[in-house]
């Protein structure tokens, strides 16, 4: 078979050369840390149609926790870090930093991974937001290690103004809510460490626990509040992100608000800014 696996979104732009990159990089890590037990991925920086990239962005993006949703589902989201860093964890190295939550729509890893912690793809119908979750500490707890590439090597279209989407459909048959309702409780109890999921072909691994994935996070999913100082910047400081009045500081999921503002067309984005700036229209 192949000795690596790309899984990644529709709608993407590719970089040159993007493919010795990424192997590369994990050959790097292999390397160093003597397993190949790693993936690459996070969420790619956006562009807009046809193929214009803003400001040729090529920094990468990390992934952090970002809010507890009103199912109880925690999201994440990504930062885009800076070029340079004067902190005490600097990108000098040349390995990637490592983060711990997963990005269904940009993963890279050697290919055992789909033996080693396969893709639940029946068991967790109809669930969009906790997908990316419960293959987090799945990975985590199989004693994955989860890297976020130092450039970025593709785009990601995340305006929806162009294509509908499950999310925006209005028809929803109470059928499917209950099926995603029961995926949700799934990964619940993924993340509560229910040991009858440990072991399982689609469950949690052996080599690290629940609790220490949840502490490197800095969250309790019991009480669904952020328990460590600096959780917002995973296991980096706000020193390695650009700062945070750069607009593109950060790479939002495609239900947040910013991502709903970029998908407008430019009439409406100038009128929303008039109105936010208090100018009589």
Same mark, same amino acid.
């Given at each position: 078979g192949?000795?690596y /696996?790309?899984?990644?979104d529709? @709608?993407?732009?590719?970089?040159?050369?993007?493919d010795?990159y990424?192997?590369?990089? /994990?050959?790097?890590?292999?390397?160093s840390?003597?397993s190949?037990?790693i993936?690459?991925?996070t969420? &790619?920086t956006?562009y %807009?149609? &046809?193929?214009?990239?803003p400001?040729?962005?090529?920094?990468? %993006?990390?992934l952090?926790?970002?809010?507890?949703?009103?199912?109880?589902?925690?999201r #994440?989201?990504?930062?885009l870090?800076?070029?340079?860093?004067?902190s005490?964890?600097?990108?000098?190295s040349?390995l990637? &930093?490592?983060?711990?939550?997963?990005?269904?729509g940009?993963?890279?890893?050697?290919?055992?991974?789909l033996?080693?912690?396969?893709?639940?793809?029946?068991?967790?119908?109809?669930l969009f937001?906790?997908e990316?979750?419960?293959?987090?500490?799945?990975?985590?707890?199989?004693?994955?290690?989860l890297?976020?590439?130092?450039?970025? /090597?593709?785009?990601h279209?995340?305006?929806?103004? @162009?294509? &509908?989407?499950?999310a925006?459909?209005?028809?929803?048959?109470?059928?499917?809510?209950q099926?995603?309702?029961?995926? #949700?409780?799934t990964?619940?109890?993924?993340?509560q460490?229910d040991v009858?999921?440990?072991?399982? %072909?689609?469950?949690?691994?052996?080599d690290?626990?629940?609790?220490e994935?949840?502490? @490197?996070l800095?969250?309790?999913?019991? %009480?669904q509040q952020? /328990?460590?100082?600096?959780?917002?910047?995973?296991?980096?400081?706000?020193?390695?992100?650009v700062?945070s009045?750069?607009p593109n500081?950060a790479?939002f999921?495609?239900?947040?608000? #910013?991502?709903?503002?970029a998908?407008?067309?430019?009439?409406s984005?100038?009128?929303?800014g008039?109105?936010?700036?208090?100018i009589?229209?």
């Amino acid at each position: 078979g192949e000795d690596y /696996v790309l899984q990644i979104d529709s @709608h993407m732009r590719f970089r040159p050369n993007w493919d010795e990159y990424l192997v590369q990089q /994990v050959e790097d890590i292999c390397r160093s840390t003597d397993s190949h037990k790693i993936m690459l991925t996070t969420y &790619p920086t956006g562009y %807009t149609l &046809p193929n214009t990239i803003p400001h040729n962005e090529v920094r990468g %993006t990390y992934l952090v926790p970002w809010k507890f949703d009103a199912q109880g589902m925690l999201r #994440q989201r990504g930062r885009l870090m800076a070029a340079d860093s004067n902190s005490e964890q600097s990108f000098d190295s040349l390995l990637p &930093p490592r983060h711990y939550l997963f990005a269904g729509g940009f993963n890279f890893a050697p290919s055992r991974v789909l033996h080693d912690v396969p893709y639940d793809t029946m068991g967790l119908p109809h669930l969009f937001f906790g997908e990316e979750l419960s293959m987090a500490v799945r990975l985590f707890t199989h004693g994955y290690n989860l890297y976020a590439p130092k450039e970025t /090597v593709c785009y990601h279209l995340w305006s929806r103004a @162009h294509r &509908p989407t499950p999310a925006t459909q209005k028809r929803r048959e109470a059928r499917k809510e209950q099926q995603k309702a029961t995926s #949700q409780s799934t990964v619940k109890k993924q993340l509560q460490g229910d040991v009858s999921m440990i072991g399982e %072909t689609f469950g949690l691994g052996k080599d690290r626990t629940v609790s220490e994935f949840a502490e @490197h996070l800095g969250v309790d999913f019991s %009480t669904q509040q952020f /328990v460590r100082e600096g959780w917002e910047y995973g296991d980096l400081s706000k020193d390695n992100f650009v700062i945070s009045d750069d607009p593109n500081g950060a790479v939002f999921p495609e239900d947040s608000f #910013q991502a709903k503002i970029a998908s407008l067309d430019s009439k409406s984005k100038a009128l929303i800014g008039k109105f936010l700036q208090g100018i009589d229209l």
